[in-house]
């Protein structure tokens, strides 16, 4: 069976820092692509961030880069998001997710991540909530 297991989530000021954990079981963060979603109230489900073991860079969706940092553990079958200068618009449940196989960067020939429709497992989502 597999599990996907977020922790870490709270509530921060802007400006502040959190970091999300996914514990991984019954699959290999080797062979997965592991992603985080956000949910924010009243709106979709969306990537902010996605880690494959088959490529050197990562995915950012343009609101995050260069405030959060995705990285993994395989010998914890774990990945962090290390959130920094967090902003109120920030807040919503976020989602550990995983897909086979799936590549998660960029590089020249394009960017690299999977939508929520694709996805095969999802955790059971931490809320982030970001005051001003």
């Known amino acids: 069976e597999v599990q996907l297991v977020e922790s870490g989530g709270g509530l921060v000021q802007a400006g502040g820092s959190l970091r999300l954990s996914c514990a991984a079981s019954?699959?290999?963060?080797?062979?997965?692509?592991i992603g985080w979603f956000r949910q924010a109230p009243g709106k979709e489900r969306e990537q902010v961030s996605c880690?494959?073991?088959?490529?050197?860079?990562?995915y950012y969706e343009e609101s995050v880069k260069g405030r959060f940092t995705i990285s993994g553990d395989n010998a914890k079958n774990t990945v962090y998001l290390q959130m920094n200068s967090l902003k109120p618009e920030d807040t919503g449940v976020y989602y550990c997710a995983a897909r086979w196989g799936t590549r998660c960067g960029e590089d020249y020939s394009g960017t690299y991540y999977f939508t929520a429709e694709e996805t095969e497992y999802w955790g059971q989502g931490t809320q982030v909530t970001v005051s001003s």
């Open positions: 019954g699959l290999s963060t080797n062979s997965y692509a």
């Open positions: 880690i494959s073991s088959t490529d050197p860079s990562h």
